[in-house]
C-alpha cells in the first residue's frame, strides 16, 4: 500500500480500495440501530414502559445508520432494538460471554445491573422465531460465489462499556476482530497505518469490545472475513 494514497484517502475509499483490489463484497451489519419494539414486550419486562424507552435510547446505536448512509453497500439491519433481542449474541447463554452479566441475547439485567426482562416462554418463543430470522438473511448475504466482508458496525457510551471493564478512559474507536482465518490482518494492517499517517492514535483493537460477527452457517465455497467498527459516542454525538 502506497501510503502517498492515505493525502486523498477517505477511510471510506480506503475500505472501498481494498475490497476492490481483493475482489471482496462488502456487506454491513448493524444489529442495534433500531428503537422499534413488538408490543408484546412490555409483559415481559420488571420496568415500566417510560423507564425501558430510557434504557433502549441510551443502549441503541442512535443516528449510527445516518453516519454510514452514504456507504453503498448491502445493509442487513435489524429490524427490532437489542432490548428486545439482540441479534449480535449468541443464543444460547452457556456460549455466550455476556450471560454472565444478564446480558444475553435477552436481556436479563440492563446496563446498572437492574432485572430487566423475566424470559417468560412465550416471549422467548417469539423472540427466537425473530432472531432466526435475522440471522437467515445475513446467511443469505454471505453464502455466495464472491469471498465476503463484514462490517459490523456498532456504537457505545462509558456506562455500556463499564458494564464488564473497569477503566476510566475508553477510546474513541474499538476494532473488533476474531482471532481465527476471519481476521484479515492485511486489511487490518492499511487501517492502522491509516490511522497513524492521520496521527489519531485514540483507538484499540478489541478494547473494550472484541470479536466481528460471522454467520451462523457458512458453505465453505468461499472466505468471510469480518471487522467489527465501535465507535464511541463521543465521537459523533
Known amino acids: 500500500m502506497d501510503k502517498n494514497n492515505f493525502k486523498k484517502e477517505t477511510f471510506l475509499d480506503l475500505i472501498s480500495n481494498f475490497a476492490k483490489n481483493h475482489h471482496l463484497k462488502i456487506i454491513m451489519h448493524f444489529p442495534h440501530s433500531s428503537l422499534k419494539v413488538k408490543k408484546s414486550i412490555y409483559k415481559d419486562l420488571y420496568i415500566e414502559k417510560n423507564e425501558f424507552n430510557f434504557l433502549n435510547l441510551k443502549m441503541s446505536d442512535v443516528l449510527l445508520l445516518d453516519l454510514f448512509k452514504n ?20 443464543w444460547d447463554d452457556k ?6 452479566y444478564g ?5 436479563q439485567k440492563d446496563l446498572y445491573g437492574n432485572p430487566l426482562h423475566k424470559k417468560e ?6 423472540g427466537q422465531k425473530y432472531y432466526n430470522l435475522h ?3 445475513l446467511i443469505k448475504a454471505c453464502n455466495i460465489k464472491q469471498d465476503v466482508l463484514i462490517l459490523d458496525i456498532h456504537s457505545f457510551n462509558d456506562d455500556m462499556a463499564k458494564v464488564f471493564q473497569d477503566d476510566n478512559h475508553f477510546p474513541l474507536l474499538c476494532i473488533g476482530v476474531n482471532n481465527d482465518k476471519s481476521c484479515n490482518k492485511e ?3 492499511e487501517i492502522t497505518e491509516y490511522f497513524s499517517f492521520h496521527n489519531f492514535t485514540d483507538y484499540k483493537i478489541n478494547y473494550p469490545y472484541e470479536g466481528a460477527i460471522l454467520p451462523n452457517y457458512q458453505n465453505g465455497k468461499n472466505k468471510i472475513y469480518s471487522l467489527m467498527l465501535e465507535i ?6
Not at 103 to 107: C, H, K, P, S
Open 71 to 90: 456507504w453503498p453497500y448491502k445493509k442487513i439491519i435489524a429490524k427490532y432494538s437489542r432490548l428486545y433481542v439482540d441479534v449480535e449474541k449468541y
Open 95 to 100: 456460549k455466550e460471554i455476556m450471560a454472565k
Open 103 to 107: 446480558m444475553g441475547a435477552i436481556y
Open 121 to 126: 416462554k412465550n416471549f422467548c418463543k417469539k
Open 135 to 137: 440471522h437467515k438473511k
Open 187 to 189: 486489511l487490518l494492517k
Open 232 to 237: 464511541n459516542k463521543k465521537l459523533y454525538l
